[in-house]
């Protein structure tokens, strides 16, 4: 797990992660607490992160909502994933 976690962005410039608890090698040290997500990120593209990071909102939509609003939003949540689940 550490060599793919590590090397997979080094080789391919692409990001990685890995979910604890899933592999045999740190489960069985009990190096991390199950379910904790461990990110991997080429060198190359931490400034691109790091703006990304100062330019997103920090609040989520749903915080900023009514009860009513609310409501309405996860209506249309569940709506779609009926119709969804109906054309399958």
Do not use: A
């Not at 330019?55 to 009513?68: A, C, H, K, Q």
Request: proline share 5%.
């Amino acid at each position: 797990m550490c060599s793919w976690l590590y090397l997979y962005p080094y080789l391919s410039g692409e990001l990685n992660y890995f979910v604890t608890g899933l592999g045999v090698g740190m489960k069985g040290r009990k190096l991390f607490p199950d379910g904790l997500i461990l990110l991997s990120i080429p060198y190359d593209l931490l400034p691109m992160l790091i703006r990304n990071l100062q330019d997103m909102d920090w609040v989520l939509s749903l915080y900023t909502l009514t009860e009513e609003e609310k409501e309405g939003y996860f209506q249309k949540v569940i709506d779609g994933l009926k119709r969804e689940y109906q054309n399958k």
